[in-house]
């Protein structure tokens, strides 16, 4: 795929908004579909099948977060919210329905490209991962997302889940920085907070107790470790 050939949902009920961000990213060679509120942003999500979504909150007929969290009980497409709300309960609770990104509103055109197009690189390297790792009693199958366990449960990764992860694995039994995980999965204004509500749930999946993780360890304000002797060399960044 050309990089004139992606397509961007942008969700986004201000008219001049929504001019302006579409003009931004034709202007960057993208095909545009727009919608106006939620329900219509999901219709055209499961149509237009968007390479990146660009979501205001602010929605007329639903919140934006709902638009988040119903996508992503089908698809794993990145989605960037654009918005003018600035608590981090706010900001928290889009990242926990399984945002990619928070743009805050006045925004600069620049940087709302920059971060698509790092967010869209991210997605294609993390098509090439180890195949398969064995943490204990659990497989981990991560081209397909999935940890499978003794007992044959199988559990699914987020999209979020899966890149903290997938990081983890290409760092085996290294000490991997909070900011060097966060720049890797979030960019530059990732949430440490957002971040241990993701690395928790992993540990639920991966762990035998996951109170007391033998695998996924803290590193006392620094960052995280995955141990795992199956992992292999790290590959190179």
């Not at 201000?14 to 919608?35: I, Q």
């Not at 449960?153 to 290409?170: D, G, M, N, Q």
């Not at 039994?173 to 060097?180: A, C, F, P, S």
């Not at 995980?181 to 990732?190: F, I, M």
Request: glycine share 6%.
């Amino acid at each position: 795929m050309t990089e004139a050939m992606h397509r961007v949902l942008i969700i986004e009920d201000d008219p001049a908004v929504e001019k302006v961000v579409s003009a931004l990213f034709e202007t960057d060679g993208f095909r545009v579909v727009n919608a106006n509120n939620c329900e219509l942003a999901i219709r055209r999500a499961q149509s237009a099948r968007p390479d990146i979504c660009i979501l205001d909150l602010g929605l007329p007929d639903r919140d934006g977060v709902t638009f988040i969290a119903q996508t992503r009980t089908w698809s794993s497409v990145p989605i960037i919210v654009l918005s003018a709300r600035t608590q981090d309960d706010q900001r928290l609770a889009a990242f926990y329905a399984g945002a990619d990104d928070y743009v805050l509103k006045p925004f600069n055109g620049a940087e709302l490209l920059a971060r698509t197009w790092a967010i869209m690189r991210r997605v294609v390297r993390s098509t090439h991962p180890q195949a398969l790792l064995r943490l204990g009693g659990t497989e981990v199958d991560l081209p397909h997302r999935v940890a499978r366990r003794a007992a044959g449960e199988e559990l699914k990764f987020t999209p979020l889940e899966y890149r903290i992860l997938e990081y983890l694995v290409r760092r085996a039994n290294e000490i991997v920085t909070h900011t060097d995980l966060l720049n890797e999965v979030w960019g530059p204004q990732g949430d440490v907070r957002a971040l241990r509500v993701y690395v928790a749930s992993l540990r639920r999946k991966l762990e035998p107790d996951p109170l007391r993780p033998r695998y996924l360890l803290t590193e006392l304000g620094i960052g995280y470790r995955l141990i795992t002797c199956e992992a292999g060399p790290p590959s190179p960044s």
